[in-house]
């Protein structure tokens, strides 16, 4: 079901959002449903990782090695 959203918005930026739908081959309404869903995906992505199980479990597996940052990236140190 879709809902109508009235916002205030710019005249300029409304023109430009126009010219990138139609750019796009969308609607003004379509890009802006696209990056509301985005945003969603994104906090929903965030709360997975703030979960406690994983916060308590980070970091009690070990590389074996003193240099992580070289373990993370693939590098070596130099000294």
């Known amino acids: 079901m879709n809902t109508k959203l009235t916002l205030s918005i710019p005249k300029r930026e409304v023109d430009f959002a126009k010219r990138i739908a139609k750019k796009r081959g969308k609607s003004v309404s379509k890009m802006v449903e696209d990056y509301f869903s985005e945003l969603k995906r994104v906090e929903e992505e965030a709360k997975k990782v703030n979960d406690p199980l994983i916060n308590d479990l980070a970091g ?15 590098k070596k140190r130099r000294l």
């Open 60 to 74: 009690i597996i070990s590389t074996g090695s003193d240099d992580i940052m070289a373990d993370i990236f693939g």
